[in-house]
């Protein structure tokens, strides 16, 4: 098959590594989705729109701190990037939490149909309101240079080219540097600055350094193809580092602290803890604070370590794949949502490494579909009997 013959063996680990980084974020915002029906069996179809709200909030703190297009600062601010997450975070969390006060809490006690058509029309409205105030056209984008590390990168080879061919490589670099400076020297006696310039019988220093040129492209991506290797930037690895440990601090308060053990009892049975004496709405706040937040904090990660083209529309892409990611997992389920995220980023990857960028968003519901019908649970979700 033409697209199996596509497939470029030695590039996949590379692929599946920058799956792991797009996953990771997905996972962030997947875990939204999940706490919040947890507790409350609600889909916040409006989260992501709060996470086109990180976005733009990183944005303009950015801008505050003078990286902007016409103007950056000469000298690196390394803590740029944290007023940067924690804006967005505080910020989304806030609005996480008002849209819950204002938006979700009159529909408590009404069917829970009307809540799924009120987050959908708090998703439009977002969308299309905030299209009117945040600068969308052409569309910005955060500045690399807001990243201290944006040039760094971290590289590992797996797997080393023959040596043989390196030493080949190694020749031909050697004879194109000898040959281009007898051009240079030659043109230099001459007093002329252009090879059109030279003698027909200095014709062939031209076409010895075109040939090795051309020798030198041909054995590099010989040598290209013939190892493996996982280059990752510094900053995407300051991303996958700070979501890693985002995903086990949501661990730790879910599972270790008092407000963690109110969630799990209000999850359990809404009406049971409140009457054990749980504040059950100061709980929900909470949950979607803390939903938000990390949602805020995948925004900026997008944003500046990915370079994500900001519009007000941007959350729309991400925050269906993040709710498929949640599905996927196990919707309600903390560890599902993680592992959910980053399948759904090496899917796409992998469709990347088969020539088939174009079909990611095919094969990730494709994978959806197949999963909901062979363990409608999730991965790791249970099946749960519910009166209705």
């Known amino acids: ?6 497939l470029d063996v030695n590039g996949l680990p590379q692929q599946l590594t920058n799956g792991i980084v797009v996953g990771a974020i997905y996972a962030l915002i997947a875990l939204g989705y999940t706490m919040v029906y947890g507790v409350l069996k609600l889909i916040n179809f409006a989260h992501g729109e709060v996470f086109m709200i990180g976005c733009f909030i990183s944005l303009f703190v950015s801008w505050s701190l003078g990286y902007t297009s016409s103007s950056i600062p000469t000298a690196t601010n390394p803590s740029a990037l944290m007023w940067m997450i924690l804006a967005s975070m505080l910020v989304c969390g806030l609005v996480g939490v008002f849209l819950e006060r204002f938006a979700y809490r009159p529909m408590r006690g009404q069917p829970r ?5 009120t987050a959908i029309g708090i998703s439009l409205f977002l969308q299309y309101g905030l299209s009117l105030v945040f600068p969308i056209s052409p569309p910005r984008t955060i500045t690399e240079q807001v990243n201290p590390y944006w040039q760094n990168s971290v590289s590992v080879t797996l797997r080393a080219a023959p040596q043989e061919l390196v030493n080949d490589r190694a020749k031909v670099v050697a004879e194109l540097k000898t040959a281009v400076d007898a ?7 001459l007093g002329i600055d252009s090879t059109f310039r030279l003698p027909e019988e200095d014709k062939y220093l031209v076409t010895t350094v075109r040939n090795l040129e051309a020798k030198e492209r041909e054995l590099g991506a010989d040598v290209n193809k013939s190892e493996t290797r996982i280059t990752v930037p510094t900053g995407k690895m300051i991303m996958l580092v700070a979501t ?3 995903m086990l601090l949501l661990r730790w308060v879910v599972m270790g602290t008092a407000v963690g053990r109110q969630m799990r009892a209000v999850s ?3 009406d049971s803890a409140s009457l054990m004496g749980i504040d059950v709405n100061f709980v929900v706040s909470m949950t979607f604070f803390i939903g938000s937040a990390l949602a805020g904090a995948g925004g900026m990660m997008a944003a500046t370590f990915q370079g994500v083209a900001l519009t007000a529309f941007v959350g729309l892409e991400y925050g269906v794949k993040a709710f498929v990611a949640a599905v996927l997992g196990g919707i309600g389920n903390i560890p599902g949502a993680v592992l959910g995220g980053l399948l759904i980023g090496m899917l796409e990857s992998i469709a990347t490494a088969f020539g088939q960028s174009a079909y990611q968003n095919i094969v990730t519901f494709f994978i ?3 999963v909901l019908i062979v363990k409608p649970a999730g991965l790791l979700g249970s099946a749960k009997a519910e009166k209705v």
């Open 268 to 270: 359990h049975d809404f």
């Open 368 to 370: 959806l579909i197949l």
């Open 183 to 189: 051009q240079n020297a030659r043109m230099k006696e």
């Open 113 to 117: 149909i009307n809540s799924l058509i």
């Open 244 to 246: 890693l440990a985002l």
């Open 1 to 6: 098959m033409t697209w199996l013959a596509a």
